[in-house]
């Protein structure tokens, strides 16, 4: 995918993990981003590693992926920060 798809697809996927998992982190919008588009190529590693597919494009499925991904990665990113 294009890099300013990726960014689009890591800003929705970031924001939806950030509506799954409310409160305060430090950063803000930017940080969300890019824990999004973090979480996509982490959630798209992780369902390659376990048979459930991978990130390929602008379709539920990789949505998917990107959000479990994007909420996994705002956890850690929230237990660091502790």
Do not use: H, Q
């Not at 890591?10 to 939806?16: D, N």
């Not at 999004?36 to 376990?50: D, E």
């Amino acid at each position: 995918m294009n890099i300013i798809v990726w960014i689009i697809f890591g800003l929705i996927a970031g924001a939806v993990a950030k509506i799954l998992m409310p409160g305060k982190d430090p950063g803000g919008w930017i940080v969300t981003i890019l824990i999004g588009i973090a979480g996509a190529f982490v959630g798209g590693f992780i369902g390659n590693l376990i048979g459930f597919g991978g990130v390929s494009g602008f379709n539920f499925k990789s949505f998917a992926i990107a959000i479990g991904g994007s909420v996994l990665l705002l956890f850690a990113y929230r237990m660091i920060k502790k």
